[in-house]
């Protein structure tokens, strides 16, 4: 049976720890960037999320059937490469007709690597993604050439096609708003954000893209360069009032990398929101970039929780990864969060982000670790994704036992096939279980949960919470 001519088909490939109770999930809100984009020239779309629906062979074959694809495109991280080129095989197996592409930071980072390592992937999208899909999906309905697609790689009689890369989208009011009524939200696996019950109608919504800093472990970069992006906060606006009217969402996570990059435009931001009929929201952001003012304005329009990337202790190992910011002002800045009476509080932290970590890097790290009021800490081993300075570094140390066992790219759950100057695999990982025990097993830490404990929804994200948290320790696994 042919393909038809108006159905694209996203997407999003089974992750090796989508299971984990201990992790935040986020939505495919990509492929609904990229479903709005399709959809402005008459293009059906529908997104398929086996990180979120069990994937069968079955039910892949049923929805092959009932849309007949013409292109079926699939995103994809380092972890999830794999279970991506498996998927575009089995599309490829009840579907020869359909053009598959790959996408996503993995496939942005290495375009040549991996259409040479995964024969599946008919076509390839290195950068932003909305405008190299349409013009490919447009190609494959029209019978065009490929050549002239820029951001695209593909395959011709044998070889690989690198074309020239795509210049990122100026203007993000350009875009038309995620596709977000393709996501079933009733699917979603765990909690959106550490702290928030998955009960709640959450999503994710972006006001800019891109980092500035270029921090050495940052696979950002590989995608978006150094370069930041914001959007009109009269354009946001629009779109959380349709967001509220339309859907019922009641949570906000704001996926930018940096929120209060702009401090004025983070406050005018934070108080549309307030507004808006959204019940909380949260951010990630950096130390630097925050003051009490600020904090206490994000209180009063919402925000429950602020996440910031402070990933060590040490300053030595600050500086060496290109982080930006000091010790000092990782303390200031979580006492000022505190101050404004933000009820959640996460630092993020890498073991190994840099491979000349020391055990008394380590130990300034557990220090300020236990004694700050954090609400969560997260404690990731480093994993050096393509595109990275610190992949390039840990190459040239021969620090890499296997640089391509893709599906062990991941900050918790395996072990890495790398090490640092001074830790073992094995080490690093049990690095990873001594700070984390260290924080949420001390007696003051969990007797400060349960007296926070406010309603049914949060008891209910606590106990889960910590079982999963319980299992994870005792089963002597990571």
Same mark, same amino acid.
């Given at each position: 049976?042919? &393909?038809?001519?108006?159905?694209?088909?996203?997407?999003?490939?089974? !992750?090796?720890?989508?299971?984990?109770?201990?992790?935040?999930?986020?939505?495919?809100?990509? +492929?609904?960037?990229?479903?709005?984009?399709?959809?402005?020239?008459?293009?059906?779309?529908?997104?398929?999320?086996?990180?979120?629906?069990?994937?069968?062979?079955? /039910?892949?074959?049923?929805?092959?059937?009932?849309?007949?694809?013409?292109?079926?495109?699939?995103?994809?991280?380092?972890?999830?490469?794999?279970?991506?080129?498996? %998927?575009?095989?089995?599309?490829?197996?009840?579907?020869?007709?359909?053009?598959?592409?790959?996408?996503?930071?993995?496939?942005?980072?290495?375009?040549?690597?991996?259409?040479?390592?995964?024969?599946? *992937? !008919?076509?390839?999208?290195?950068?932003?993604?909305?405008?190299?899909?349409?013009?490919?999906?447009?190609?494959?309905?029209?019978?065009?050439?490929?050549?002239?697609?820029?951001?695209?790689?593909?395959?011709?009689?044998?070889?690989?096609?690198?074309?020239?890369?795509?210049?990122?989208?100026?203007?993000?009011? =350009?875009?038309?708003?995620?596709?977000?009524?393709?996501? !079933?939200?009733?699917?979603?696996?765990? /909690? $959106? &954000?550490?702290?928030?019950?998955?009960?709640? +109608? &959450?999503?994710?919504?972006?006001? &800019?893209?891109?980092?500035?800093?270029?921090?050495?472990?940052?696979?950002?970069?590989?995608?978006?360069?150094?370069?930041?992006? *914001?959007?009109?906060?009269?354009? #946001?606006?629009?779109?959380?009032? +349709?967001?509220?009217?339309?859907?019922?969402?009641?949570?906000?996570?704001?996926? !930018?990398?940096?929120?209060?990059?702009?401090?004025?435009?983070?406050?005018?931001?934070?108080?549309?929101?307030?507004?808006?009929?959204?019940?909380?929201?949260?951010?990630?952001?950096?130390?630097?970039?925050?003051?009490?003012? @600020?904090?206490?304005?994000?209180?009063?329009?919402?925000?429950?929780?602020?996440?910031?990337?402070?990933?060590?202790?040490?300053?030595?190992?600050?500086?060496?990864?290109?982080?930006?910011?000091?010790?000092?002002?990782?303390?200031?800045?979580?006492?000022?969060?505190?101050?404004?009476?933000?009820? /959640?509080?996460?630092?993020? *932290?890498?073991?190994?982000?840099?491979?000349?970590?020391?055990?008394?890097?380590?130990?300034?790290?557990?220090?300020?670790?236990?004694? @700050?009021?954090?609400?969560?800490? =997260?404690?990731?081993?480093?994993?050096?994704?393509?595109?990275?300075?610190?992949?390039?570094?840990?190459?040239?140390?021969?620090?890499?036992?296997?640089?391509?066992?893709?599906?062990?790219?991941? #900050? *918790?759950?395996?072990?890495?096939?790398?090490?640092?100057?001074?830790?073992?695999?094995?080490?690093? +990982?049990?690095?990873?279980?001594?700070?984390?025990?260290?924080?949420? %097993?001390?007696? $003051?830490?969990?007797?400060?949960?349960?007296?926070?404990?406010?309603?049914?929804?949060? %008891?209910?994200?606590?106990?889960?919470?910590?079982?999963?948290?319980?299992?994870?320790?005792?089963?002597?696994?990571?």
């Amino acid at each position: 049976m042919s &393909s038809s001519p108006d159905h694209i088909l996203l997407f999003r490939p089974p !992750d090796p720890l989508q299971d984990s109770a201990l992790l935040s999930h986020t939505r495919p809100m990509n +492929l609904a960037y990229l479903a709005a984009m399709l959809r402005t020239v008459g293009f059906a779309v529908a997104i398929i999320d086996y990180e979120t629906t069990p994937y069968s062979e079955q /039910h892949l074959c049923s929805t092959l059937q009932t849309y007949q694809p013409l292109v079926a495109g699939i995103t994809s991280t380092t972890p999830t490469v794999i279970s991506a080129a498996r %998927l575009a095989a089995a599309i490829k197996s009840h579907a020869p007709e359909t053009t598959t592409v790959i996408g996503g930071s993995h496939a942005g980072a290495m375009p040549e690597g991996t259409l040479r390592e995964f024969p599946s *992937f !008919d076509c390839l999208i290195f950068g932003e993604g909305e405008v190299t899909l349409l013009e490919l999906c447009q190609s494959v309905r029209d019978g065009g050439k490929y050549n002239a697609i820029n951001g695209l790689a593909w395959r011709n009689n044998g070889n690989i096609m690198l074309n020239a890369q795509r210049q990122l989208v100026s203007d993000l009011d =350009s875009l038309p708003f995620p596709a977000r009524d393709l996501i !079933d939200y009733s699917t979603q696996a765990g /909690h $959106s &954000s550490r702290g928030f019950s998955n009960k709640m +109608l &959450s999503t994710e919504l972006f006001t &800019s893209r891109g980092c500035p800093v270029g921090c050495s472990f940052c696979a950002i970069q590989a995608t978006f360069g150094r370069t930041v992006r *914001f959007r009109d906060p009269a354009y #946001i606006e629009e779109e959380v009032r +349709l967001m509220v009217r339309n859907q019922h969402f009641n949570h906000v996570v704001i996926a !930018d990398d940096t929120f209060t990059l702009k401090p004025d435009r983070a406050a005018a931001i934070s108080e549309m929101l307030g507004r808006s009929g959204i019940t909380s929201w949260n951010c990630d952001t950096r130390v630097n970039s925050v003051s009490l003012d @600020l904090l206490k304005i994000m209180k009063r329009c919402g925000c429950e929780k602020v996440a910031f990337g402070v990933e060590s202790g040490s300053q030595r190992i600050l500086d060496l990864v290109g982080k930006g910011i000091s010790v000092d002002q990782v303390r200031r800045a979580v006492q000022w969060a505190r101050q404004a009476g933000i009820t /959640h509080i996460e630092g993020n *932290f890498i073991i190994g982000c840099d491979p000349s970590e020391t055990v008394q890097d380590l130990e300034m790290t557990r220090e300020l670790i236990t004694s @700050l009021p954090w609400t969560f800490v =997260s404690v990731a081993v480093i994993v050096p994704y393509p595109g990275t300075p610190v992949r390039e570094k840990m190459l040239a140390a021969g620090l890499m036992e296997d640089a391509t066992r893709w599906e062990d790219y991941v #900050i *918790f759950g395996k072990t890495p096939g790398w090490r640092t100057i001074h830790f073992s695999a094995a080490e690093l +990982l049990q690095q990873q279980r001594t700070l984390t025990r260290a924080f949420y %097993l001390r007696p $003051s830490y969990i007797l400060s949960r349960l007296a926070a404990i406010r309603s049914p929804g949060e %008891l209910e994200y606590w106990v889960t919470a910590g079982i999963s948290y319980l299992k994870w320790y005792l089963s002597g696994k990571n």
